[in-house]
């Protein structure tokens, strides 16, 4: 049987926070033998306009395969199209509630209830606060499903220098629970009164 590539589903919807869907597409592109489905939602594209310079086509163009949100009978709608997992980036909280409740209106819910069905991982990347408890309870569903709820905090303990490096951490973060190794740096403990040592992980830095 001939090997295929990996495939990787992403959605932005509309939650602030494009920069970390778009970086994860732009990591994604740089990896070898990876096919990207990508799905933006109308409000996931207003909120790329209204947080960076890029444009619709800017953004596809990240992608191998680009689908409509009202798309559903695209590949990616059905189980027997293998993926290797799913990511939504950023996940809004009413994206979050369809998911949960299984409430296929459009492809992005019906993508992601594909991957919790078929057991394989999704990453919601919540983007709301502060949380009220029907939240908290959209967000226990969904873990309860089987996604991985993710929400895009920032980390400290690297010493970021820029708001890339927070974006790049999150990231690195989330291509780790998809199965890519070797993304971002290993946190090897705490040393000298307070001091901490990261170390690359292997294949990243010297």
């Excluded at 109308?42 to 790329?48: E, N, P, Q, R, S």
């Excluded at 996940?91 to 993508?111: E, M, P, Q």
């Amino acid at each position: 049987m001939a090997h295929r590539n990996r495939r990787i589903v992403v959605a932005l919807t509309g939650a602030s926070g494009s920069i970390y869907g778009i970086r994860l597409m732009e990591r994604l592109a740089a990896e070898s033998n990876v096919e990207t489905h990508l799905v933006v939602t109308a409000a996931g594209m207003l909120t790329v306009r209204q947080e960076t310079d890029l444009s619709a086509a800017d953004v596809e163009r990240l992608a191998t395969v680009v689908y409509r949100p009202r798309d559903v009978g695209a590949a990616i709608a059905s189980g027997s199209f293998v993926t290797d997992g799913m990511a939504v980036v950023p996940c809004s909280i009413k994206t979050l509630s369809a998911i949960a409740n299984s409430y296929d209106a459009d492809l992005v819910v019906r993508a992601a209830d594909v991957t919790l069905k078929e057991g394989r991982p999704l990453i919601l990347a919540v983007r709301e606060t502060p949380l009220h408890p029907g939240h908290i309870q959209l967000m226990q569903q969904a873990a309860a499903a089987g996604a991985v709820i993710a929400p895009p905090v920032p980390a400290f303990y690297n010493r970021p220098q820029s708001l890339d490096d927070l974006v790049d951490h999150f990231v690195d973060r989330v291509l780790v629970r998809l199965g890519f190794e070797g993304h971002g740096q290993q946190w090897s403990g705490v040393r000298n009164e307070g001091a901490t040592e990261l170390r690359p992980v292997s294949g990243t830095g010297p």
